[in-house]
């Protein structure tokens, strides 16, 4: 950072790269969690008023962090606390709602700082969206019960949480999340559901393939069969 530029003078903004879309909803056991997919992927933009250009040096800072979130499908209303019926107070988001920053290259090769999002889970059905909060820690400045202020923050769009008999399925892994898993990013990469629409076209292919064998008994075309009753009308002309 040069030093005619102060750390609160730079332009803070977040910018999601990856929304989420939907979610089984993973109800109130511990052991069934259904992480929303895709997993919210967050960059941040971090520039220099005085020469419009980003500032590497704050981009790799290692205490800034993001917070994320659960509201309404409006963003009018927070709801990551949810109030059961014995009026006990629990998370209905769960997971890791703190990620770290990870300098990486992008799918196309273009270096930035990403915070990863894989261990979000909701558990109740509905839409909702998530809030994600820029903070920067300061470690020589920590004091029991003080704060970080909030730098910037960003809402995503509308996802849905399912019942588990109408959830459509994991989606695959985007190009994104594979180039930020192969930089060491902890993300997991996911092959979706391509592997049970393999498998659904393979017995379609074989359904098909029998379909095809009846049509023509013990291997003889219908031509092959008419050729040979030619052959023996003429053979009893002939006697």
């Given at each position: 950072m040069p030093p005619n530029v102060s750390q609160s003078d730079l332009q803070y903004k977040l910018i999601i790269r990856q929304q989420p879309i939907a979610a089984r909803a993973c109800g109130f056991g511990e052991r069934d969690r259904r992480v929303i997919d895709p997993p919210p992927i967050i960059q941040l933009e971090v520039k220099d008023p005085q020469t419009g250009g980003v500032d590497m040096d704050e981009l790799k800072y290692s205490f800034n962090l993001v917070h994320c979130t659960l509201w309404n499908a409006d963003g009018s209303a927070e709801e990551t606390a949810l109030v059961q019926p014995d009026r006990r107070t629990t998370r209905r988001l769960m997971g890791q709602l703190v990620a770290s920053p990870s300098v990486a290259k992008d799918e196309h090769d273009v270096e930035g700082c990403f915070f990863c999002f894989p261990d979000l889970?909701?558990?109740?059905?509905?839409?909702?969206?998530?809030?994600?909060?820029?903070?920067r820690v300061d470690p020589a400045h920590l004091v029991v019960g003080g704060f970080s202020p909030i730098l910037t923050e960003v809402l995503s769009d509308v996802f849905t949480v399912y019942t588990a008999k109408d959830f459509p399925g994991m989606r695959p892994s985007s190009a994104l999340t594979r180039a930020l898993k192969l930089q060491g990013c902890n993300i997991q990469v996911k092959k979706g559901n391509e592997k049970a629409l393999g498998r659904r076209r393979e017995r379609e292919s074989q359904r098909n393939s029998m379909g095809d064998a009846a049509d023509v008994p013990n291997g003889r075309s219908r031509g092959s069969s008419e050729d040979e009753e030619d052959g023996r009308r003429k053979r009893r002309r002939e006697v």
């Open positions: 889970s909701c558990r109740t059905h509905g839409k909702y969206r998530l809030r994600f909060v820029l903070m």
